[in-house]
Nanobody, 116 residues
Framework: QVQLVESGGGSVQPGGSLRLSCAAS????????MGWYRQAPGKQRELVAV???????NYADSVKGRFTISRDNAKNTIYLQMNSLKPEDTAVYLC??????????WGQGTQVTVSS
């Protein structure tokens, strides 16, 4: 069974940085499209970053230029580097395998809180 474990969340002030990690077991991440999404109270779920098996990336406009998704194949881990954080970035962040057709699989998430 695939297991995804996120870590690295926490509380920071506006302008600060965090790096989220997602370690996987039961699957080789380089074979799949991977992504990070976030869920904030009262807001729609937002897919913020995607990395393809070939390494190509894409970002939501809300985080473009501030966040970077990457993958370490040897460690079977993906990362989300988050810079210039804003209060509106506050959310639970989840990593997942994007398979489509109802087959997507996501971790339990890690809380990111940005406040002054």
């Amino acid at each position: 069974q695939v297991q995804l474990v996120e870590s690295g969340g926490g509380s920071v002030q506006p302008g600060g940085s965090l790096r989220l990690s997602c370690a996987a077991s039961g699957a080789m991440l380089q074979l799949y499209v991977m992504g990070w999404y976030r869920q904030a109270p009262g807001k729609q779920r937002e897919l913020v970053a995607v990395i393809a098996s070939g390494g190509g990336t894409n970002y939501a406009d809300s985080v473009k230029g501030r966040f970077t998704i990457s993958r370490d194949n040897a460690k079977n881990t993906i990362y989300l580097q988050m810079n210039s954080l804003k209060p509106e970035d506050t959310a639970v962040y989840l990593c997942g395998v994007l398979r489509g057709g109802g087959r997507d699989y996501w971790g339990q998430g890690t809380q990111v809180t940005v406040s002054s």
